[in-house]
């Protein structure tokens, strides 16, 4: 969700941004019943609790809500469900912690993604952009495997934009474009850091 995060600040605070990078995320409105997991169920994700006693305790809960098993596993495997140990002042106990909460999944899509907020604030951007003059370097980066992003939508987001707009497709990279093909992106993104920092300095010198 770190691009529709990004959309929205950028759009309510323009003057705090130098740059925005967005990775894989375009601007459509997606209603909750378009959630990919089949089955997922809503009330159970919002109600998980992310702490749980052994690990096919987890696998249990996370089957009630609908996720499939090899998702779960591939999150065990990349270590963001794990084995936790506390001390509880008579010794130490062990439980498994997951990072992966589903309750965020169902309330990106009842407050996010089933809502105009995208479209919404990359209307503000452009219109901030377009009018006021001051420059913001935007770049949309887009997977080239399983992207969530559609073309129509990216039309409308350049179209809008102009050529204002940087986009750029990673025929390699998956959703996580940041993992799947880390040092493309990164010698990417680290341009658009260096590049910014340059116009930081030149208007620096002119004040």
Not at 32 to 44: A, C, G, M, R, T
Not at 76 to 90: F, H, L, P
Request: proline share 3%; hydrophobic share 35%; net charge negative.
């Amino acid at each position: 969700m770190g691009g529709r995060v990004g959309m929205s600040y950028t759009a309510k605070y323009p003057g705090d941004v130098a740059a925005l990078v967005v990775e894989d995320m375009d601007i459509r409105r997606r209603s909750v019943q378009s959630n990919f997991i089949p089955n997922f169920d809503d009330e159970k994700a919002i109600a998980f609790e992310r702490r749980h006693a052994t690990l096919d305790d987890v696998r249990r809960s996370f089957a009630d809500i609908g996720y499939p098993p090899d998702m779960v596993e591939k999150w065990i495997d990349e270590g963001r469900v794990y084995a936790i140990s506390e001390d509880n002042g008579k010794g130490k106990s062990t439980s498994v912690w997951s990072d992966v909460n589903p309750a965020f999944r169902a309330l990106c899509y009842r407050a996010i993604f089933d809502s105009d907020c995208g479209s919404d604030a990359w209307t503000a951007i452009s219109d901030y952009l377009l009018h006021k003059g001051n420059g913001i370097p935007m770049h949309l980066m887009v997977a080239g495997i399983g992207t969530v992003c559609d073309d129509t939508s990216i039309q409308d987001m350049q179209k809008s934009m102009g050529n204002l707009l940087s986009v750029k497709t990673y025929p390699k990279g998956t959703h996580s474009i940041h993992n799947s093909v880390r040092d493309e992106f990164m010698a990417d993104l680290l341009q658009v850091i260096e590049g910014t920092s340059v116009q930081k300095k030149e208007l620096h010198l002119e004040l």
